[in-house]
Nanobody
Framework: QVQLVESGGGLVQAGGSLRLSCAAS?????????MGWFRQAPGKQRDLIAD??????NYADSVKGRFTIYSDNTKNTLSLEMNSLKPEDTAVYYC?????????WGQGTQVTVSS
């Protein structure tokens, strides 16, 4: 069984930065074919904002140029560096990993950006 644990959320002023981390534990022999970050604002759907597939990062237009996703495959850790944060980035951020046919989610971490 795989567990994902996010950390690094918090309250930050607009223009500030945060770094989120997602640590995977459990089956250390699991190789993820997909790892990504999603976010869900109140009353809205959960959207994919950044992912890494076959080593290539991909970003939603809303975060491109401001967020950077990177992974440490030896430690099964996925990070999201968030710069130039805006109030509209306020949401609960989730990491997701897919191994085989199973998808795993973290519990989420709150990011609040004040204006």
């Amino acid at each position: 069984q795989v567990q994902l644990v996010e950390s690094g959320g918090g309250l930050v002023q607009a223009g500030g930065s945060l770094r989120l981390s997602c640590a995977a534990s459990g089956n250390t022999f699991t190789r993820f074919k997909f790892m990504g970050w999603f976010r869900q604002a109140p009353g809205k759907q959960r959207d994919l904002i950044a992912d890494i597939i076959s080593g290539t990062p991909n970003y939603a237009d809303s975060v491109k140029g401001r967020f950077t996703i990177y992974s440490d495959n030896t430690k099964n850790t996925l990070s999201l560096e968030m710069n130039s944060l805006k109030p509209e980035d306020t949401a609960v951020y989730y990491c997701k990993a897919v191994a085989g046919t199973r998808a795993y989610w973290g519990q989420g971490t709150q990011v609040t950006v004040s204006s």
